[in-house]
């Protein structure tokens, strides 16, 4: 029970007390309603400008997001697209398609004939088109395997040694 004499039985003063308080109550409500407004606009701007950020980057791409890409491959050897009869030490040009070998370092660039390394005869590729390069390279005097069997010569490009074969049809025989 409260003391007679206090605040808190004076039925007066507790009405009073009531009413600072409904107001002091409703206007704390009013404060967090226009906080969480003001929160929620805030969002809705950073979400706007992440968008135009997107968008800006999205524009910034050199083409299209999504493309078909062709892989690299050996299409000619001396310009020819079939056998092609070699001697040893004989220097021979390999023409690679849709390959960027000038996005590579040229000492990364390793020939192979069979299991054998074929020395570039040129340090660097030669750019003759949109996306081909021609490579001279010296045929193995020694090719693995026995004598008068063909290969196909590959391209071993870049650090991860990224393979680039020759077409199924284009091969190196040996005498």
């Known amino acids: 029970m409260l003391p007679s004499g206090s605040r808190y039985g004076d039925p007066e003063a507790c009405g009073d007390a009531l009413l600072k308080l409904k107001e002091s ?3 704390a409500r009013t404060i967090l309603e226009a906080s969480r407004t003001d929160v929620a606009i805030g969002a809705i701007d950073r979400a706007r400008e992440a968008q135009k950020t997107m968008t800006a980057l999205l ?3 050199p083409g299209p997001v999504t493309q078909v890409t062709r892989s690299a491959e050996i ?3 001396d310009g020819k697209t079939g056998p092609v009869a070699v001697k040893p030490d004989d220097v021979v040009t390999l023409t690679v398609s849709n390959g960027q070998l000038d996005q590579v370092a040229p000492s990364t660039i390793i020939a192979r004939v069979g299991s054998r390394d074929a020395p570039l005869v040129d340090p660097f590729p030669a750019k003759t088109g ?3 390069y021609t490579v001279k390279i010296r045929v193995p005097s020694q090719p693995s395997g026995t004598p008068g069997a063909t ?3 590959a391209l071993l490009v870049g650090p991860s040694k990224q393979r680039i074969p020759a077409r199924t049809d284009l091969l190196l025989k040996y005498p």
């Open 25 to 27: 109550v409703t206007d």
């Open 59 to 61: 524009a910034a791409q």
């Open 75 to 77: 299409s000619a050897i």
């Open 130 to 132: 949109d996306l081909e």
């Open 151 to 153: 290969y196909r010569p």
